[in-house]
């Protein structure tokens, strides 16, 4: 796995050695951070359901001003913070259920990166948290990974785009 463009862009992070972390292929990364390379220097970004950190490191590499990292896992929290170290950034990494960190966070992102394991049913909940919460902000975009064939409410949020690959879907979200 590597880092795609910007000031770290070459460098490699660790192999994901654990099951129970689903990466986001290069080809699919790599067509998101292309979307929205004029909207991410400068913002404020949340990497839910983070696994190896992967997206959220590509975010601080393209100029992101704070990237927060979450992941329920200890295993996926080690190894965000271990890919973290391997670039020589520090950013918040908390292990906590999503759910509960975004009943507490007290702040707002621009850009929230949303990749709960496919058909767990949790993508409602969570925009409907983000929603009440008031998590994102005003201008911000959340994107959604899924598989194509799930359906689900995207409450408040409105689609402003939604790009496949293969089994494998990008839903882009603002109000």
Do not use: W
Not at 9 to 17: C, F, H, I, S, V
Not at 56 to 65: F, V
Not at 111 to 140: H, R, T, V
Not at 159 to 169: A, L, N, P
């Amino acid at each position: 796995m590597r880092i795609d463009a910007g000031k770290y862009k070459g460098r490699r992070l660790l192999e994901n050695k654990f099951n129970h972390i689903r990466p986001t292929t290069d080809k699919v990364k790599q067509s998101l951070f292309v979307k929205l390379q004029f909207f991410v220097p400068n913002k404020k970004v949340l990497d839910l359901f983070c696994g190896t950190g992967a997206l959220g490191i590509e975010a601080l590499s393209r100029g992101a001003e704070e990237v927060v990292f979450v992941d329920k896992d200890a295993r996926s929290v080690m190894m965000t913070k271990a890919n973290l170290k391997t670039i020589g950034e520090n950013a918040q990494v908390s292990k906590c259920d999503a759910c509960t960190f975004l009943e507490v966070v007290d702040k707002q992102f621009d850009l929230i990166l949303l990749d709960p394991p496919y058909k767990s049913g949790l993508y409602e909940k969570i925009l409907n948290l983000i929603y009440e919460k008031k998590i994102l902000a005003e201008d911000g975009i959340i994107v959604c990974e899924h598989a194509c064939e799930d359906n689900f409410d995207y409450g408040m949020f409105n689609v402003f785009d939604e790009k496949r690959y293969g089994t494998i879907q990008l839903t882009y979200l603002r109000f």
